[in-house]
């Protein structure tokens, strides 16, 4: 038997399970909109940050409980993404990947902008109803927020895996994303579809920003949780929400580890950048990730 | 000299490739040249120079970037890493071991190209929104390991002061002086550019970024001008961070972040892909953006606003403003400034008298 500190990578393993099932939820939200329309959303973080801004918003501005505070962040952001797919997405259909990147990249600078001018600089808070005294649990120590955000986002994960795989409008949706042109022939609206898309991965980003706001608190920072959501794509394959979880939750405990054991040894900051070495492997031995489609290339 | 053409006159693969085919052409260059060793060091203010020598500098990254991207059709979200990784060497260079400035920046242009290949290697198997999320890892890798090896950053806030540099014994420090030296090198990058874009390498660029595979089968090695795109690519990003190293006086990582990558990109994408011309035009518009917004608003904002908010408005207002000029340029016109500018030549040239 090694005489490795157990407790600790206890701790370390059931705190990365936690947060990287709810960098899932983020992710999910880039998945919706990749598996349908191909477009990649480098603004998912601000995604996030903004409905953050909304839910805490309604909370401190208007007074209201924090559920309604959440529904108005959730409905705020489906009409938001709706929008944005009329007004955005759609005249760059059909163009060069950089041109959905660059307008994406352009989307989280407006999104930072407006969210600091509307709703101030400073740091706010989401009160969500969780109480601060760590669940123990065995030799674990949890923070309930955390948990929270975990119970929420594998709930959703699972709603939205029951979706796709049984639903008249999930079926649909992914025959959209197999194929915009069979999926045209046989009756499908594809432009529905794909603002359906948008407006799905907006809910997602409201629940992550409400969760992750409760977490972290509300500031420009809260967009960097965005950052994350790129390994743990590239880990799970871009178009599979399995793969969403399973990059999540191993992203999340990679971080945790490293951030447990190599921090010490080398002044810190690996969590930020080990998930990022751990995606260029990926890159270079099976670009495609773990459940995601290899795509072959015609002439 | 000022005449209008009937039509296009060419006999000769020379005439077609010629970098200046008109004598108008000739003429306007020379204005310009003027117009920049003259006018422009005579008459502007130290204030106004200091933002041509920004001008100049982000010429020289953004003309590095669209050979990559514009040209070869790789996008790269890691361009800040590279520019960093040329900051870092020279700097090191110029503290540890006294190399003068003719040495220091290709020296560290040649680091970045090194460091540029290794990123290029992916380049390989992958390509699209695959590649540019592999460079933006590039971006966070290379700023950690440069933040936590003392042995590069310095120590000390990862930052190194660097010597102005000395032309023939005169110390470059004023903005005047600095402005005829990065004049050199943005001149410099223009012209190399231009020329290489009109040679084998250059057309095999545009090959592979039109259609890859295509490109490969009229036997086009696409790895090996990838990694070409990639090395010269990153080779004026090296140089970039070294002027903009020796510009402020200090070698920072935090001055080549993922906004400095991002806002590169913007310039390509603004002034239009695949254009020389273009991406001056946007690193000139990107560059002066910030301060046209503050000055307006310090201004004129005073009628509307008070200074208070003014002050909180202008940072939230450029960044509003960047982002969406980006996505207004990429609706309403994808081939950017540079296509409204050969719009308008091309009106004038046969004005008044067009068919």
New interface residues.
């Given amino acids: 038997m090694l005489d490795l500190p157990w407790r600790f990578i206890a701790i370390l393993l059931a705190n990365g399970l936690l947060v990287g099932s709810m960098y899932a939820l983020v992710a999910l939200g880039f998945v919706l909109i990749y598996k349908a329309t191909d477009a990649?959303n480098f603004a998912q973080g601000e995604f996030v940050m903004f409905a953050g801004f909304l839910a805490a918003g309604a909370t401190h501005l208007a007074g209201f409980p924090w559920w309604i505070s959440a529904l108005l962040a959730v409905l705020g952001m489906v009409v938001f993404a709706f929008g944005l797919e009329r007004v955005?997405l759609r005249?760059?259909l059909g163009?060069?990947?950089?041109?959905v990147?660059?307008?994406t990249?352009?989307?989280?600078?407006?999104?930072?902008?407006?969210a600091?001018?509307a709703f101030g600089?400073g740091t706010q808070t989401i009160p969500l109803p969780v109480g601060d005294e760590p669940v123990l649990l065995g030799p674990l120590i949890l923070p309930p927020i955390q948990l929270v955000g975990a119970g929420v986002s594998l709930a959703f994960l699972c709603g939205f895996g029951w979706f796709f795989l049984k639903s008249r409008i999930g079926v649909a949706m992914r025959a959209v994303a197999d194929s915009q042109q069979v999926a045209m022939a046989m009756g499908i609206n594809v432009r529905r579809y794909f603002a359906l898309a948008w407006a799905l991965a907006g809910v997602v980003s409201a629940l992550g920003g409400v969760l992750w706001g409760a977490m972290l608190g509300v500031d420009n920072q809260l967009a960097l949780v965005g950052?994350k959501v790129?390994?743990v794509?590239?880990l799970g394959g871009?178009d599979s929400i399995l793969g969403a979880v399973v990059g999540g939750l191993i992203v999340g405990v990679v971080e945790s580890l490293s951030a447990g054991f190599l921090d010490p040894l080398?002044?810190?900051?690996?969590k930020?950048?080990i998930p990022?070495?751990l995606?260029?492997a990926v890159?270079?031995v099976r670009?495609e990730g773990i459940f995601g489609r290899r795509r072959i290339?015609r002439? | 000299m000022f005449h209008s053409e009937t039509g296009v006159f060419k006999t000769s693969y020379a005439a077609d490739m010629a970098l200046l085919p008109l004598p108008v052409a000739r003429w306007a260059v020379l204005g310009i040249a003027l117009f920049f060793l003259f006018v422009v060091p005579l008459v502007f203010s130290a204030y106004l120079l200091t933002l041509v020598n920004l001008v100049l500098i982000a010429v020289v990254g953004a003309i590095g970037l669209d050979i990559l991207?514009g040209y070869t059709?790789q996008?790269s979200?890691g361009h800040g890493g590279f520019m960093s990784v040329g900051a870092y060497t020279a700097a090191n260079l110029i503290v540890r071991l006294g190399v003068p400035f003719w040495l220091a920046i290709p020296a560290g242009g040649l680091m970045a190209a090194l460091i540029g290949i290794i990123v290029g290697i992916?380049s390989l198997?992958?390509k699209?929104?695959?590649l540019?999320?592999?460079t933006?890892?590039?971006q966070?890798?290379i700023a950690?390991t440069i933040?936590?090896v003392t042995w590069i950053s310095g120590g000390i806030e990862a930052s190194i002061q660097v010597p102005p540099p000395s032309v023939f014994g005169w110390k470059l420090q004023t903005p005047e002086q600095l402005y005829f030296f990065l004049l050199f090198f943005a001149v410099l990058a223009i012209v190399a550019t231009l020329n290489l874009m009109r040679s084998r390498i250059g057309r095999a660029f545009i090959a592979i970024r039109d259609?890859d595979?295509?490109a490969e089968?009229i036997g086009i090695n696409i790895f090996r001008y990838k990694l070409y795109a990639f090395a010269i690519s990153s080779f004026y990003a090296g140089v970039t961070g070294v002027l903009y190293t020796y510009y402020l006086g200090i070698a920072n990582y935090e001055q080549f972040g993922i906004d400095v990558s991002?806002n590169y990109?913007?310039m390509i994408?603004i002034g239009g892909?695949g254009s020389v011309l273009g991406a001056v035009f946007g690193a000139a518009f990107i560059t002066i953006l910030p301060e046209a917004t503050r000055l307006f608003l310090t201004h004129f904002g005073g009628v509307l606003f008070s200074q208070d908010t003014i002050r909180?408005?202008v940072?939230?207002?450029?960044?509003?403003l960047?982002?969406?000029?980006?996505?207004f340029f990429?609706?309403v016109e994808?081939e950017g400034l540079n296509r409204l500018w050969r719009n308008i030549r091309n009106y004038f040239r046969l004005w008044p008298f067009s068919y």
């Fill in positions: 990649i955005v005249p760059l163009r060069p990947i950089i041109a990147i660059m307008a990249l352009g989307l989280g600078f407006v999104l930072r902008g407006v600091t001018l600089g950052l790129f390994p794509m590239i871009l080398v002044g810190g900051g690996t930020d950048f990022y070495l995606m260029i890159l270079m670009p290339e002439v | 991207t059709g996008i979200i992916p198997r992958i699209g929104i695959y540019a999320i592999a933006l890892a590039s966070f890798i950690w933040n936590h259609q595979i295509a089968i991002i990109l913007a994408i892909l909180t408005l940072p939230n207002l450029t960044l509003i960047f982002g969406g000029l980006i996505i990429l609706i994808p």
